[in-house]
Each structure stands twice: as C-alpha cells, then as structure tokens.
C-alpha cells in the first residue's frame, strides 16, 4: 500500500485511528475515575471527567470491597467480605486449568504435526478437535450439572479446573499446531540420531524451542478461564465461586453504587489488563495467525 | 520393535513433516494424540450425547431421577413463543454486531495498514477490550448508559440530542446490547483483518501502481477480492462467539425489558437454573447448537478454500 504515503491522506489515517483509540480507551479510563471517586462526586447532576481538577480522587472503594467486617461507613459496607478468597479461586481454576489444557495440548499439537495418523486424516481429527470449539456453553451445561452432581463434585475447584481443561483444549491444540509445524524439523531428526527416542526429542527439544508458543497458548488459556461465567456460574454456589459469579451478584443486587461497581470491575479485569498490556503483542499475533491461517 | 537408529542414518531426509518416520514412532504416536482424544471425548462428546437423552426427558425440580417423555420437549419448543422471540432476538443480535464489526474492523485494519508510523504500538492497543472479561465490561457499560448519570446521555445533551434510555427502552436495549459487543469485539475484527493484509502479495501492489492506479482503485480492484474471503471466515468466527451471548445480558438486562433481549442462552439457562426444567433447557441448547453447526460448516467450506488457494 505504497499509494496512502501523501500527506493528507496519512492525516486523516491518524485522525480516523485517534478517534477509534479513544473509543476504545474511554470505558476503561471512566471505570478506573469512576472507582476513585466518593459517592458525592458520583452523585451531582453532571457526571466529572477529569481527577484533581473535577473531583478529589480516593481509594477508599478499594479499601471497601476488600473489608471483611464493619466497613458500615458512607460507603456502605459492601458486605461481599470474602473477594480476596474469590480472586484466589478464580486464579487457581485459570492458572491450573491453562496449564494442563497447554501440556494435554501441545502434547496432541505435536502429534499432529509429526505423526502420520493411517486411518484418518490428520486434518480430520484436527478438525474435530476445532470443532469443539464451537459448541455453545449452555448445551454443555446441564448435563455437566447433573453429571457433576451425580459425583458429588459441584461447587468444587478440581470441577472448574476440568471443565476449563476442556474448553481451552481446542484452543491450545489449534495454536500450538501451528508452531510446531512451522518448528524445522531438522534438530529433532538430528537428535533422535543421536539415540534420543521420540519423548526425549519432544521434551528435550521440540518444547524448549516452543517456549514462546507455548506462553502464548498458556496466556489464552488463562484469559479465557479467568473471563468464564456461565460454567461458574452453574457449576458453583460458594466454596468454588469464581470472582466474576460473585461480583455479577453484588452488582446486580446492589444498584447504582457506581464507585464500588468501577472498583470490583477493575479487580475482575486486573489480571487480564495486564496480560493485555505486557504481553498483548504476542497474544494478538497469535489471535490474528488464529483466526486467518 | 527394532531401534531405528541404524535406519535414519541411511534414510533420505523428511520431505514431509512425519512422513518418513511412521515405523520407529509406535506407541508415541498414540501416547500424544490420546490424552487430549480421551479428554474431549469424556468431557465434549459424552456430555453432549447425555444432552441429546435430556431432551426427551422431563426432569425438574424435586425429581429423583429424568422421566423419559418422547418428544414433548420438542413439541413444547414449537408451539413456545417465548423460544422464538429468543431465536429472532439471537439472529437480530449477531448479524447487527457482525456487520458493524466487519465494517468498523476493516476499515480500522485499512487504517492501521496505511499508516506508517506506529502501527505495532496501536495494534496492540487497540486489542484491549477483547481480553477484558466480559462480566466487567458489563459493569463499565452500566456505568457509561446510566440514564442521568452516564457521561453518554451527558455528552448526548452536550451537543443538543435528545438524552437515550439504552438498556431500559424496549427497542434501544438490544442495540445497547450489541453496542458492547461491538465495542469488545471489533477489535478481533481488526487484529485479524490486519493480519489478512498483511499476507497479501505487495508486488500485485507495485506492478500496479506503475500501471498508474490510485489507492481507490488500489482498495476496490485488488485488496478487496484478496481479502474478501478472509473476511467471510473472520466474520463467521466472528458470529459464532456471538450466538452464545449471554454474560452481558445476565449484567445488564436480565433478558428485560420483558423480553426484548432475551437470547437463546439467556432463555435456556433461565429455563434450566431458574424455572428449573433441565430438559427443556437441553431442548433449547440444541436448537442452537444445530443452528451453530450449520454456520461453522459454511465457516470451514470458506476455510477449506482458503487452505486449497494457498497451496
């Protein structure tokens, strides 16, 4: 696209971008001013946009949704006392979920790169692995809560760890076969004649190399359970809850305390907006080759 | 089985990835593939089957064990208007955010590909939203729509326009609705159109801006019926997440007002979780789920082409 290098037309590119940017920007930046702000800058006639010179900004909505006991101030206690143990639950079913759906994954992603499957095609159980991908949560839900139920497994975190095992699956096969068929093939085959036998050559070899894919896949597969509600939702009551069913309920009964909805907003988002911001470049990469390959 | 060694010192090099090496791989071959088979066959493909048995179950609160009622379920579905306002509503939702995302997205990606400084850091920008947990972005849409407070209808007013009652308004929440999804998912949009032009051959480019071509003609004889199939399997993807809407709507309206925005999900887990007829909820889930097949099959046909064209 040699031809868009005049001026102008640049100009109305960067005019066009700054636009969409800011559209972009602009319901983060109000959250995080809007869980700053006390419940009187919330409650004027004219919603302010700027901190220090509009209102005064405060953490004290932090400080609230984090109390245990006796917050009743003009916050209003927030009752909901336990996120610290929600975030932990949500962490722990993303963190262990990611990490075995990347092993299962790549494991399966190198078979299909490497391997010659007879009587199928690899193309084929690649496909069905893909397909999965597309079933709609809510059909695997109810059978998941009686099947759960039957073994006495709802409300516990090994529960969401394996259904979120399940949904990222597909995910992680899908990206990691992509890396390792574009892996030369070469420094394996030299190993295994050095006498390294086939796991060797993967462990030894095939998934060092992978490290940056296998991030990338583990990343996903991270956002995507920490993002999960519906499984939580109906696979959990208390003991298991992840952060997202908590804090839906709160702000649902709760009403318009816009300084505590911002504050438990932000703290659901936190560990996704960081992963977004350092390692957004790789994840987007990964999103694109995806989505097109 | 023989170690092979002795065989791969001779061998001619791989041609084909894995080709060569079927006979020394043996069990490892299966050992790879089998945990992940295993994996989705008992948590995908069972699960999925004992669905299909529920929907010719009646199985409700307080009941010990699924009753088997034949097609009742199904006859229920038909007659249920309620299911086909959800199927209108669902189909309404998913082609409004698909083709405002397509549109938007494009010409977004057009944008970031044209500019010559910066692209890296605003792709990366840019892709935020959709790695924000859609519970949140519920909360943050909340906050933005409210009817007085919301710097939306306050910016609205700035400029002379009529304030808007988005989530509550009958005929304004599905769009609201949607207005969310467009926000968090246009970015996929882009980030993957970008990625589809940039695949595209640059000497086609040059050959024909020496023939003297402008960027219109550049854009609409050349780039479009490049991408253009890109396109159609990116918006597919696209419309398949959007189909199982319900995170969004389980914040911000409830299905409400009545039910003006009430999905196929949102429908079927109240069915289920709140009126508690797990059979009719499975009914539901399956209608979508053949509804969604039919679309992934277009998604893969346009995929399949995709793949052919590039070897």
């Known amino acids: 696209m040699q031809a868009v290098r005049s001026r102008w037309v640049q100009a109305i590119l960067y005019l066009a971008l700054a636009i969409w940017t800011i559209i972009c920007l602009f319901p983060i930046?109000?959250?995080?001013?809007?869980?700053?702000?006390?419940?009187?800058?919330?409650?004027?006639?004219?919603?302010?946009?700027?901190?220090?010179?509009?209102?005064?900004?405060?953490?004290?909505?932090?400080?609230?949704?984090?109390?245990?006991?006796?917050?009743?101030?003009?916050?209003?206690?927030?009752?909901?006392?336990?996120?610290?143990?929600?975030?932990?639950?949500?962490?722990?079913?993303?963190?262990?979920?990611?990490?075995?759906?990347?092993?299962?994954?790549?494991?399966?992603?190198?078979?299909?790169?490497?391997?010659?499957?007879?009587?199928?095609?690899?193309?084929?159980?690649a496909f069905w692995f893909v397909s999965q991908r597309m079933l709609p949560p809510i059909a695997l839900v109810t059978p998941f809560f009686i099947l759960f139920g039957k073994l006495d497994m709802i409300d516990k975190l090994p529960t969401l760890i394996i259904v979120y095992v399940a949904m990222n699956l597909p995910l992680t096969i899908w990206l990691l076969r992509d890396y390792f068929a574009d892996m030369p093939i070469e420094i394996e085959e030299a190993a295994m004649v050095d006498g390294a036998s086939r796991y060797g050559s993967f462990f030894r070899m095939a998934l060092p190399l992978a490290l940056p894919g296998l991030m990338v896949a583990f990343l996903f597969a991270f956002v995507f359970a920490w993002n999960e509600f519906l499984l939580s939702l109906t696979l959990t009551l208390d003991n298991a809850k992840t952060l997202p069913v908590q804090v839906a309920g709160n702000v649902t009964l709760r009403g318009p305390r816009f300084w505590d909805i911002a504050a438990q907003g932000l703290l659901v988002m936190l560990p996704p907006l960081i992963i977004a911001i350092v390692a957004g470049r790789y994840i987007v990469r990964g999103m694109a080759a995806g989505a097109v390959k | 089985?023989?170690?092979?060694?002795?065989?791969?010192?001779?061998?001619?090099?791989?041609?084909?990835?894995?080709?060569?090496?079927?006979?020394?791989?043996?069990?490892?071959?299966?050992?790879?593939?089998?945990?992940?088979?295993?994996?989705?066959?008992?948590?995908?493909?069972?699960?999925?089957?004992?669905?299909?048995?529920?929907?010719?179950?009646?199985?409700?609160?307080?009941?010990?064990?699924?009753?088997?009622?034949?097609?009742?379920?199904?006859?229920?579905?038909?007659?249920?208007?309620?299911?086909?306002?959800?199927?209108?509503?669902?189909?309404?939702?998913?082609?409004?955010?698909?083709?405002?995302?397509?549109?938007?997205?494009?010409?977004?990606?057009?944008?970031?590909?044209?500019?010559?400084?910066?692209?890296?850091?605003?792709?990366?920008?840019?892709?935020?939203?959709?790695?924000l947990t859609p519970i949140a972005v519920s909360f943050t849409f909340k906050m933005l729509y409210d009817y007085n407070k919301g710097p939306l209808n306050h910016m609205l007013s700035a400029i002379g326009l009529p304030k808007v009652k988005w989530l509550a308004g009958q005929e304004s929440a599905l769009y609201s609705l949607a207005l969310v999804d467009i926000w968090q998912w246009t970015p996929f949009i882009i980030v993957a159109a970008l990625a589809a032009l940039e695949s595209l051959p640059t000497d086609i480019y040059e050959a024909a801006t020496v023939d003297g071509a402008g960027p219109w003609k550049l854009l609409t004889q050349i780039t479009l019926p490049l991408v253009q199939p890109y396109l159609v399997a990116i918006v597919l993807l696209r419309a398949i997440d959007a189909f199982k809407v319900f995170d969004t709507v389980y914040v911000l309206t409830g299905g409400g007002p009545g039910t003006a925005t009430e999905t196929m999900t949102f429908y079927a887990y109240s069915a289920g979780f709140r009126a508690f007829n797990l059979g009719f909820t499975s009914t539901i889930a399956w209608a979508l789920v053949i509804l969604m097949t039919v679309i992934f099959t277009v998604y893969m046909n346009v995929f399949r082409r995709l793949d052919h064209r590039e070897k």
């Not at chain 1, 006991?69 to 929600?86: E, K």
């Not at chain 1, 979920?97 to 499957?117: D, E, H, P, Q």
């Not at chain 2, 010559?116 to 920008?125: N, P, Q, S, V």
């Open chain 2, 1 to 131: 089985m023989a170690t092979s060694t002795g065989e791969l010192v001779t061998a001619p090099p791989p041609v084909a990835h894995g080709r060569s090496r079927n006979a020394a791989d043996g069990s490892a071959k299966y050992v790879f593939i089998l945990p992940a088979m295993v994996y989705l066959l008992l948590l995908g493909i069972f699960p999925l089957i004992f669905s299909v048995y529920l929907v010719f179950a009646n199985w409700q609160a307080g009941m010990a064990a699924p009753e088997f009622i034949g097609l009742a379920n199904i006859q229920k579905l038909m007659h249920d208007e309620r299911f086909w306002n959800s199927l209108r509503i669902t189909l309404k939702y998913v082609l409004i955010c698909s083709l405002v995302e397509l549109v938007l997205g494009f010409l977004v990606a057009l944008a970031l590909q044209g500019i010559t400084r910066g692209k890296a850091f605003l792709r990366g920008i840019l892709a935020i939203p959709m790695l």
């Open chain 1, 29 to 125: 930046y109000w959250t995080i001013i809007t869980s700053l702000k006390t419940p009187k800058a919330i409650n004027t006639p004219k919603p302010s946009y700027i901190p220090w010179v509009q209102f005064q900004p405060t953490l004290k909505a932090f400080t609230d949704i984090f109390c245990t006991q006796d917050c009743a101030d003009v916050y209003g206690a927030s009752g909901m006392g336990n996120l610290a143990r929600l975030f932990r639950n949500s962490f722990v079913a993303s963190f262990s979920s990611a990490l075995i759906a990347v092993i299962i994954g790549a494991m399966a992603a190198y078979a299909l790169s490497r391997f010659n499957y007879n009587r199928w095609k690899n193309k084929d159980i």
